[in-house]
């Protein structure tokens, strides 16, 4: 079972705007501003989408967003298209004890 | 252009330990900017951070794996390590190393990902 809560599936037409939930507590999501998206496409690495909550890294299209409303996150992206049918994952800091946790996962479908 | 590469046995037994290495390329595991991670992906599953290491030999774990995993640095080789003992068929996953950075918090490189099977 993982630490951080995320929809196991979520989906959306080209060109609609889809939002992942990420749920965590007052430990991890909640307590910090530490909130990492990653995307995982079939047989890949990880790649880093957002950091620091809302934070794009140079090349990640503006398309995808962040946002953390007490104990949960989310992503969205916006404007879909069928590359971003992939797994996202989110992660945070979860202070000296446990230190990094991540999401299950969540598959995106683009229909 | 930063670049991590892991290597180690695909095969493991029960019972034996699994020791995976992480090569770092492009970047100096001694630029004190950084923690040198592993992180698993079980079989469909989701991702499982175990643990990583400061380049002056800090290393920082999973409580739940904790008492299992160790992971150890060579700055001269510029490589990290990591060593599971004990393993079961459970520790059969996709074995990732990742950098993170230690401020802004995020891991933004990563390995290719080795797959290790934990059978006899």
């Known amino acids: 079972q993982s630490a951080l809560t995320q929809p196991p599936s979520a989906s959306g037409s080209p060109g609609q705007s889809v939002t992942i939930s990420c749920t965590g507590t007052?430990?991890?999501?909640?307590?910090?501003?530490?909130v990492s998206w990653y995307q995982q496409h079939p047989g890949k690495a990880p790649k880093l989408m957002i950091y620091e909550v809302t934070k794009r890294p140079s090349g990640v299209p503006d398309r995808f967003s962040g946002s953390k409303s007490g104990n949960t996150a989310s992503l969205t992206v916006s404007g879909l298209q069928a590359e971003d049918e992939a797994d996202y994952y989110c992660s945070s800091y979860a202070g000296s004890i446990n230190f990094e946790v991540f999401g299950g996962g969540t598959k995106l479908t683009v229909l | 252009q930063v670049q991590l590469q892991e290597s180690g046995p695909g095969l493991v037994k029960p019972s034996q330990t699994l020791s995976l290495t992480c090569a770092v390329s492009?970047?100096?595991?001694?630029?004190?900017?950084?923690?040198w991670s592993w992180i698993r992906q079980h079989p469909g599953k989701g991702l499982e951070w175990m643990g990583y290491?400061?380049?002056?030999?800090?290393?920082y774990y999973n409580p739940s794996l904790k008492s299992r995993v160790t992971i150890s640095v060579d700055t001269s080789k510029n490589q990290f390590s990591l060593t599971l003992s004990s393993v079961t068929a459970a520790d059969t996953a996709v074995y990732y190393c990742a950098r993170k950075v230690a401020a802004p918090s995020k891991f933004d490189y990563w390995g290719q990902g080795t797959l290790v099977t934990v059978s006899s």
């Open positions: 492009g970047d100096s595991i001694s630029d004190g900017a950084y923690y």
């Open positions: 290491i400061y380049y002056t030999g800090s290393a």
């Open positions: 007052s430990g991890d999501v909640g307590g910090y501003h530490y």
